[in-house]
């Protein structure tokens, strides 16, 4: 699968969920594959209003948190530049 | 499954919703069996099996309650379907009787829920990591597609709450019985936009108890359980109560809502229209309007105007969650499914008085949760 996609839903998160240890609030949401698939993901943009539905929108790494100097990384979409 | 025996309610027993931090879960889910044996007039031994809804609770939860209350050697089988729980325990009890394997069934459910956003083992542990095991979030998302797809708009869902809040007054049995106006409810921290606070049920504390028999009760009116119908999804829902990391782009696909809905109409040979009152899944303002639809209560899209309607209101001619939904409840996963039903049963005797529903007749329960199991209980006098 490649990398893009486009805005299906979004909101954020400003409540810590279990297990979470990032930053806070974070965007959430789901996009739009063009293979065919809706899928669950973060966002990094964390502000709904300066979101679009159908807006395109690249898979990246985000970091989460560290775990003894170690990096952890999740996948996320971020907004398309323009 | 065709009945082949009526399956009658001979008792019925609640534990209050709310917080209970002094009191252990079996005490909880003991007042409620003890009210509903006593109801039914039935004591130790005077039932064949026991299913006991249950789902934070841990080993056993049935079973410790019953040995508070004294042990018979019938069978106890503890269920896990999620919001559902109960709804598919009493599915198990009823075909106990209906099947003719069983005479009296005890059917309970009990739940001590953990605060704030619930910690579920549904979600693996680096989706927990990576923030995405934030439930409102979902049901957030949900809402948006809802208002985003039909003319749902942020006040009706601020209306949905007012209302089963209004209804909520009157049950003593409920954890928040005040008013709150369209003002408080808009007006309440933003949880995930565009769901409010007061726009989502909290999880709390609580327990039901039904006796099922193959016999009607020797006095007063006599319910009997015309349908009881467990569904779980279809693959390719991205937003049902599953919460699935990915779905197929496909939509049009029945939910499990509609299809146990579907499966409870046709057992019981009624429809939508036939429904005097309704208890159905309120775990947020939004579920609350999608449930109306997939139950067929309002049309699919038609949402929006059935609450600016005031339809699901009292003074509505199909009350919907006269006890208060969960919404002024509050939702104890294991109980919630059975305090519907325990409610329709009560309304259905004529027993619920300022809320009452007047000459109900015929009415359904509905829960849907993770997993996703949905059930529809449709009750008649």
Known sequence: MGGSATLFLHTAVATRPPGYR?????????????????????LTEADPAKLR?????????????DDDGVPVVSYAYAPVAG | ????????????????????????????????????LAEARVGRGGFDATFCGCVYGGVASGHKV??????????????????????????????????????????????????????????????????????????????????????????????????????????PNAMYRKLVTLEQVLGSPVVCEPLRLLMLCAPNEGAAAVLLSATPPPDGPAVRVAAVQVRSHLAGNVLGEHTPLS??????????????????????????????????????????????????????????????????????????NPSGGLLSKGEPLGASALAQVIEIVWQLRGACGARQVAGARVGLAHTVGRGANACATILVR
């Not at chain 1, 539905?53 to 948190?65: D, F, N, S, Y």
């Not at chain 2, 082949?4 to 309610?9: A, G, H, K, N, T």
């Not at chain 2, 049309?299 to 209101?313: A, H, I, K, Q, T």
């Open chain 2, 1 to 36: 499954m065709r009945a082949v025996r009526s399956v009658y309610v001979a008792g019925t027993g609640l534990h209050p919703f709310g917080r209970f931090d002094d009191k252990p879960l079996t005490a909880i889910g003991a007042v409620a069996v003890r009210a509903a």
């Open chain 1, 22 to 42: 990032g930053a806070l609030p974070y965007g959430f949401g789901i996009v739009e594959l063009p293979e065919g698939l809706r899928v669950v993901t973060r």
């Open chain 1, 53 to 65: 539905h159908g807006q395109a929108m690249r898979l990246v790494l985000e970091p989460l948190h």
């Open chain 2, 247 to 320: 779905g197929l782009v496909r939509d049009g696909m029945p939910t499990p809502t509609e299809m146990a809905a579907a499966a409870a109409y046709a057992e019981a040979g009624v429809g939508p229209r036939d429904l005097d009152l309704v208890e159905l899944q309120d775990t947020d303002a939004a579920r609350a309007i999608l449930s109306a639809e997939e139950l067929g209560l309002s049309p699919r899209g038609g949402g929006g105007r059935w609450v600016r309607d005031g339809l699901g209101e009292m003074t509505s001619a199909q009350p919907v």
């Open chain 2, 66 to 171: 019953l040995t508070a209350l004294g042990l018979s050697g019938g069978p106890i089988v503890n269920v896990e379907a999620g919001c559902a729980s109960g709804g598919a325990a009493l599915a198990l009890g009823v075909a106990e009787i209906a099947t003719g394997r069983a005479e009296r069934v005890l059917v309970l459910g009990l739940e001590k829920m953990p605060r704030g956003m619930i910690r579920s083992s549904f979600f693996d542990p680096w989706r927990e990591e990576a923030g995405l095991a934030a439930t409102p979030a979902y049901f957030a998302l949900r809402a948006q597609r809802l208002m985003r797809e039909s003319d749902v708009r942020i006040e009706d869902l601020a209306r949905v709450s007012v209302t089963y809040h209004a209804h909520g007054v009157h049950n």
